[in-house]
């Protein structure tokens, strides 16, 4: 990469070069941690903002690739400084990790803008990690290079392949329906998460980490390296070494990300058949580089891309078998056809040449072109009187013969009240029900949980039912499955229409038409939406009343509406 930048042209010269008062402060308090001019005199200050913590098993490696960070940037020159930021873990965060994503982004955004820091290099990959960082690196748009913290190897019982969420839910449903003992789902739980890494199924943090690859935001194919490979830990000294010579060249992420590019992480994210929720980030992400997108492109693009990977939940292998496969160069090898090669990558090359020969040495795994998995269908946008904003599916991870279904309702009002109810032999239910979660929704649940993957109730499983229609207006996992209906715009706990549907109403799924539908009439459902009552909210203080003024439904990505757009904050003076 071309250096144009010099020494005195580095945003963190403002705090240490001048001969001023409060440069002497600055100085004399790198001098307290030991440092001399020498460390830092004339060099790039990159961020390594470190996602680590005791709570989230998915980055216990993160404080080793730090050390390995930190040893890339100090051979390229740079002087490397490590931040905690906050550690959104999938697992333990309640009600909703999604309800923190806004947070994180807030807090990077805020951590690399007051301080002395010329380049960032992010370390996070657990689902709502990987958004929240980037979110706020875009809107301070400094060089930055995304470190995912790479898939965990795959899960193991009695040497059958276990995938992280999906053979949970399978065998969850299995022991519900008597088929298993309490003994062998207690293996299960031993041997469903083996290393360090996020889950490797294509579930959110492999989609979003394969999203950021596509984007050009790490060198191409880090997103497929398996946490606990040796690749992944020269992987972090390269993009030390790498993210120096981007604050020389400056090369922001402004400079990478254009409509072509986040159209490349769409195309990308169809042909993974990726998770849902990357429909929900990406939107965000491109609010916060002052990028339009919405829903309609994302069925665009997934009309006209085949679904190549065959990876859980969707399809047979794991994220292991991904990487040795080709991984995700190799996949955007296959469909290169289908994306925008001159796009910019952290490299300084074009994705195209990035990619170039990039081979696939296993067509189980990354099916050719020619034999697709599906040629379409990744995810699949619907609307209709139910969801006048749309609403989103994933028929690859569907049963085919639900994709078309007309069935009655079976509302549940809340989450709880589907816990208490679902499984009650009195609940008047059959395989061609359809079940309807209401307030669950980024204001109603808060957060918009992953309850989307509703459970099938255990009468019915013992009958041998695997998947029935659901709609909510909450998320599902990526690493779920089946016919469910998510991200229900505008949520019932405003008054979208999901509100009003009740117990015996005919509902209209049409994958093929795009479409969503509540047979009643207008008049019937202007008379219930004339008594249609919110609920009060619990949260009167602090960070959830903020999210809760401020968060957009899920056809706008669920950012704050005072965060979207680039730009608009100013440099902080230093007095
Ligand atoms: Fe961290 Fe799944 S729990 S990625």
């Known amino acids: 990469m071309k250096k144009i930048k010099k020494p005195e042209e580095l945003r963190s010269y403002r705090w240490t070069g001048p001969d001023d008062l409060r440069s002497f402060g600055h100085r004399s308090r790198l001098n307290q941690m030991g440092y001399s001019a020498a460390d830092y005199k004339g060099r790039p200050v990159i961020g390594v903002i470190n996602t680590w913590s005791d709570l989230n098993p998915c980055h216990m490696h993160l404080r080793e690739r730090s050390a390995e960070v930190k040893r890339g940037v100090w051979q390229s020159g740079g002087f490397p400084v490590e931040i905690p930021a906050l550690s959104i873990t999938e697992t333990f965060m309640k009600p909703s990790p999604l309800l923190y994503r806004n947070l994180l982004s807030m807090e990077v955004e805020e951590i690399l803008r007051s301080q002395p820091i010329d380049g960032a290099v992010l370390l996070g990959g657990c689902d709502k990690t990987t958004p929240g960082l980037l979110m706020?690196?875009?809107?301070?748009?400094?060089?930055?290079?995304?470190?995912?913290?790479?898939?965990?190897?795959?899960?193991?019982?009695?040497?059958?392949?276990?995938?992280?969420?999906?053979?949970?839910?399978?065998?969850?449903?299995?022991?519900?329906?008597?088929?298993?003992?309490?003994?062998?789902?207690?293996?299960?739980?031993?041997?469903?998460?083996?290393?360090?890494?996020?889950?490797m199924t294509m579930g959110t943090a492999s989609t979003m980490t394969s999203m950021v690859d596509a984007l050009g935001l790490m060198p191409t194919g880090a997103s497929s390296i398996p946490a606990v490979d040796s690749n992944h830990a020269r992987l972090a000294t390269d993009c030390g070494r790498l993210i120096v010579e981007m604050v020389w060249a400056d090369l922001?992420?402004?400079?990478?990300?254009?409509?072509?590019?986040?159209?490349?992480?769409?195309?990308?994210?169809?042909?993974?058949?990726?998770?849902?929720?990357?429909?929900?980030?990406?939107?965000?992400?491109?609010?916060?580089?002052?990028?339009?997108?919405?829903?309609?492109?994302?069925?665009?693009?997934?009309?006209?891309?085949?679904v190549l990977a065959n990876i859980r939940p969707s399809g047979e292998y794991l994220m292991e078998d991904f990487f040795y496969a080709g991984g995700l160069k190799g996949l955007m090898g296959q469909i290169r056809d289908l994306l925008h090669l001159d796009c910019l990558?952290?490299?300084?090359?074009?994705?195209?040449?990035?990619?170039?020969?990039?081979?696939?040495?296993?067509?189980?795994?990354?099916?050719?072109?020619?034999?697709?998995?599906?040629?379409?269908?990744?995810?699949?946008?619907?609307?209709?009187?139910?969801?006048?904003?749309?609403?989103?599916?994933?028929?690859?991870?569907?049963?085919?013969?639900l994709l078309k279904h007309t069935g009655r309702a079976v509302v549940f009002s809340d989450y709880r009240d589907l816990k208490e109810r679902i499984d009650d032999p009195d609940l008047v239910v059959?395989?061609?029900?359809?079940?309807?979660?209401?307030?669950?929704?980024?204001?109603?649940?808060?957060?918009?949980?992953?309850?989307?993957?509703?459970?099938?109730?255990?009468?019915?499983?013992r009958k041998g039912v695997r998947d029935m229609v659901r709609i909510s207006d909450c998320r599902m996992s990526g690493t779920s499955y089946g016919t469910c209906v998510l991200h229900v715009a505008?949520?019932?706990?405003?008054?979208?229409?999901?509100?009003?549907?009740?117990?015996?109403?005919?509902?209209?799924?049409?994958?093929?038409?795009?479409?969503?539908?509540?047979?009643?009439?207008?008049?019937?459902i202007k008379r219930r939406c004339e008594t249609w009552k919110p609920r009060e909210s619990p949260y009167e203080r602090g960070y959830v009343s903020l999210f809760l003024k401020h968060v957009t439904q899920a056809n706008e990505g669920c950012d704050f509406d005072f965060l979207r757009g680039r730009g608009g904050v100013p440099e902080p003076d230093i007095f």
């Open 490 to 524: 505008p949520e019932s706990s405003i008054g979208g229409p999901l509100a009003l549907v009740r117990t015996g109403d005919l509902i209209d799924l049409d994958v093929d038409r795009r479409s969503l539908n509540v047979r009643l009439s207008s008049d019937e």
């Open 136 to 199: 706020g690196a875009f809107s301070v748009d400094l060089p930055t290079i995304y470190l995912p913290t790479g898939p965990m190897l795959r899960g193991n019982w009695k040497g059958e392949v276990l995938g992280s969420g999906s053979d949970a839910w399978k065998y969850w449903a299995e022991k519900k329906a008597g088929n298993l003992s309490d003994q062998e789902w207690c293996d299960i739980e031993s041997g469903i998460a083996r290393s360090p890494g996020h889950c």
């Open 252 to 306: 922001p992420p402004s400079r990478m990300l254009t409509r072509e590019s986040f159209e490349n992480a769409i195309t990308t994210d169809m042909a993974i058949g990726g998770s849902t929720n990357a429909i929900l980030h990406l939107l965000a992400m491109a609010g916060r580089a002052g990028i339009q997108l919405d829903l309609t492109d994302f069925d665009r693009i997934s009309r006209k891309t085949p």
């Open 430 to 461: 059959d395989e061609d029900s359809v079940l309807v979660l209401q307030n669950a929704g980024p204001r109603g649940a808060p957060g918009m949980p992953e309850w989307g993957m509703l459970p099938i109730p255990q009468k019915l499983l």
């Open 345 to 401: 990558t952290v490299s300084g090359r074009s994705l195209g040449e990035a990619i170039k020969d990039a081979p696939v040495h296993n067509e189980k795994v990354i099916r050719a072109l020619k034999d697709p998995r599906a040629t379409e269908g990744g995810t699949a946008v619907l609307r209709g009187n139910l969801a006048p904003d749309g609403a989103v599916i994933k028929p690859v991870a569907a049963e085919k013969r």
